[in-house]
Nanobody, 121 residues
Framework: VQLQASGGGLVQAGGSLRLSCAASGDFSRYGMGWFRQSPGKDREFVAAINWNGDSTSYADSVKGRFTISRDNAEFTVYLQMNRLQPEDTSVYYC????????????????WGQGTLVTVSS
């Protein structure tokens, strides 16, 4: 599975962005995750969704502001980000794991290239 993340950009604090992660083929049996990494920091978990979209999980720092969703017919997973704050500035990565539903990056098998989100204050 190849993943292509997109949708990053520059936004003012309080604004919104929607990230997309398009898979190269049928990813309906893959759990999907979003992670982010800022300069000088470790990559951290943001959100995860199971293979059929019935279960989701969020980092405490984004809970209530971000929403992960997927469209298996379109081979795409989304991350809707609302009320963005400067501390959300990071490179965001999507990841896929066979039937995974995890907050741990080492449980994902495939990774996209990352998309940069910059939130200005």
């Amino acid at each position: 599975v190849q993943l292509q993340a997109s949708g990053g950009g520059l936004v003012q604090a309080g604004g919104s962005l929607r990230l997309s992660c398009a898979a190269s083929g049928d990813f309906s049996r893959y759990g999907m995750g979003w992670f982010r990494q800022s300069p000088g920091k470790d990559r951290e978990f943001v959100a995860a969704i199971n293979w059929n979209g019935d279960s989701t999980s969020y980092a405490d720092s984004v809970k209530g502001r971000f929403t992960i969703s997927r469209d298996n017919a379109e081979f795409t997973v989304y991350l809707q980000m609302n009320r963005l704050q400067p501390e959300d500035t990071s490179v965001y990565y999507c990841a896929a794991g066979w039937f995974r539903f995890s907050t741990l990056e080492n449980e994902y098998d495939y990774w996209g290239q990352g998309t940069l989100v910059t939130v200005s204050s």
